[in-house]
């Protein structure tokens, strides 16, 4: 390779082909902010608890191991490894225990911008999972990267966290549509018939 590309930028309403681009997803998620502050691994003895500030927003991925979702008066929910939670408006009163044998869990904290389309922020559901198979594809690369950045103490480290971070709280709300688990108006969004629709209406108020 002799040369870099000038842009990596997609823009949401790029004309691809000579037709405007009806990808109103990349608009709406174009428009979140977030900064993230923390990107760590720790390892949980069986039966231990994962300890997350409580209004603060988090990712996190097994790697290794098994944790469970307790709520009061209601089954456990089970992460397997490979799975990635999101917690859009921090866990609330969910509490995160290892099983039987110790888990190892990547954390990644942060926080939305208080003008980072807050109606939608609540809108979403207090705990988004995305099982392994959905997310493998694309979380096995970015989970090797993580690890590096988040023992990495040159500067410029903070920034990279943040970057790094919002791409994975991206393309899990990317992905969280895609497979079909949202409702409503975002989950509409992706579909290329109610997307053109709403593009057409836009383009003639």
Known sequence: MTGLPENLTINPEVVVGGAPSTDLLSHVLAQIRLTGDRLYSCILTDKGRLELEAEAAHVCVVTAGRLHIERDGQTPDVIDTGDLVLLPRGAGDLRFVASDTPATVILCRFRFDPDSLRGMIFALPQCIQIPRAESASWLEGIVHFMLVEA???????????????????????????????????????????????????????
Not at 164 to 188: E, K, N, P, Q, Y
């Open 151 to 205: 023992g990495d103490v040159q500067p410029g480290a903070a920034l990279m966290i943040s970057r790094l971070i919002d791409l994975v709280v991206i393309r899990t709300l990317r992905s969280w549509v895609h497979h079909g688990h949202s409702s409503g108006w975002l989950g509409g969004l992706s579909d290329a018939r109610i997307a053109s629709a709403v593009q057409h209406a836009k383009h003639h108020c």
